[in-house]
């Protein structure tokens, strides 16, 4: 039989795409099948790596700062999300999450990937692309 589990939330590690998670609800927390919520941050002026993940969705609430999300195929496409917004990046769509703010850039994030480190694939020449911007 499932069980419920708690689980308190610890120090954050940096992830693949070069942001902080705290870990959370996850396959290895919790067995979880279907799904990842951990706690993302990004201090000011960070900018995480471009990639994609593949077969699978995410979504963002932005708890406090702001948070750049440059997408797209050529990350031509920008959106900017304060605290009380939510985001959601479909599963395919290039992407780039940033912190042009002054403040750390904190969101709960859910994946539909159960694992705490995404899958995800890099897409590492399209990071010169938003250096352009900075």
């Known amino acids: 039989m499932d069980k419920c589990v708690l689980i308190r939330s610890g120090a954050g590690e940096t992830g693949t795409t070069g942001v902080t998670y705290a870990s959370g609800v996850s396959a290895a927390s919790a067995g979880a099948r279907g799904l990842c919520l951990e706690l993302a941050s990004l201090p000011p002026g960070a900018f995480a790596k471009a990639h994609v993940h593949t077969g699978h969705e995410s979504a963002a609430y ?63 020449e399209l990071d010169a692309l938003v250096e352009v911007t900075r």
């Open 62 to 124: 932005v708890l406090s700062g702001e948070l750049t999300l440059f997408f797209g195929e050529r990350l031509e496409e920008r959106i900017v999300a304060r605290a009380g917004d939510f985001l959601y990046i479909p599963s395919g769509v290039p992407h780039l999450p940033a912190n042009e703010g002054t403040e750390p850039a904190v969101a709960v994030l859910a994946r539909t990937d159960p694992h705490e480190q995404e899958s995800t694939v890099a897409l590492p």
